[in-house]
C-alpha cells in the first residue's frame, strides 16, 4: 500500500499543487491538520482535494477543527477522524486532531485541546496500526496490541520545540511480537 502523508499546508497553493500531483499513485492519502490560515478559508482550499473521495483520511489541526473541516469535506468521501477509527484494507487508522496540549495564547482562536480532552477522546480506542495526530497528546497508551508506551513514542518523534512543523503519522506494528516504530517529522 503506497501512502502519502502530509501536514500543515496552510492554504499554500504550491503545497496542494505538490500534493495533487502525489497523491495520483497513492493508496491511501493522510492529511494531518492545518489546512486552513487561522481558521479561515478552508473549505476553498479542501475543494481540490475532493476528488481523492475515500482514499483520503484526515484530521484537523490547531487552525480548523474537527467540526469545520466535516463540513468543508462533506459529500466528498474524505473521511475526518477525531478520537474514532476506520479500517482501511485491514489496516486500523485512529485518529485525533487539534493541537494537544493548547498553544499559549495566540492573536486568534486555536483549535486545541487539554491532555484530559484528549484522553477522553482516545479512550475507547482499544488498538491501532496507524495513529495520525497533528500534535499527539501525552497521555495516549493503547496497550491491546501496538501501542507499548505513549510517552517513548512522543519523545522518539517530538522535536524539543514541537509548536512549530509539526507532523506525526506515527505507525506502530507488531513484527515477532516487539513493536517496531517509525514516525516522519516534517
Not at 30 to 42: E, N, P
Not at 74 to 80: A, D, E, K, P, Y
Not at 145 to 151: A, G, I, L, N, V
Amino acid at each position: 500500500m503506497k501512502i502519502l502523508a502530509f501536514s500543515d499546508p496552510h492554504l499554500s497553493q504550491k503545497a496542494a499543487n505538490t500534493l495533487l500531483t502525489a497523491a495520483k499513485d497513492a493508496d491511501l492519502i493522510l492529511g494531518v491538520g492545518d489546512f486552513a490560515q487561522r481558521r479561515g478559508g478552508l473549505t476553498e482550499y479542501v475543494t481540490q482535494f475532493a476528488d481523492w473521495g475515500a482514499r483520503a483520511i484526515f484530521t484537523s489541526g490547531n487552525n480548523e477543527s474537527d467540526a469545520e473541516l466535516r463540513d468543508a469535506v462533506s459529500g466528498t468521501g474524505i473521511q475526518v477522524l477525531h478520537g474514532e477509527c476506520v479500517e482501511v484494507d485491514g489496516v486500523i487508522i485512529a485518529g485525533i486532531g487539534a493541537a494537544v496540549p493548547p498553544l499559549p495564547p495566540l492573536p486568534w482562536q486555536s483549535y486545541d485541546l487539554t491532555e484530559a480532552e484528549a484522553a477522553d477522546l482516545l479512550a475507547p480506542i482499544t488498538h491501532a496500526d496507524i495513529l495520525i495526530s497533528h500534535s499527539p497528546p501525552k497521555v495516549l497508551q493503547i496497550t491491546t496490541r501496538t501501542w507499548e508506551h505513549w510517552d517513548q513514542l512522543r519523545s522518539a518523534t517530538r522535536p524539543s520545540d514541537w509548536h512549530h512543523s509539526i507532523f506525526y503519522v506515527v505507525m506502530c506494528m507488531t513484527l515477532g511480537g516487539k513493536p517496531a516504530i517509525s514516525a516522519k517529522h516534517r
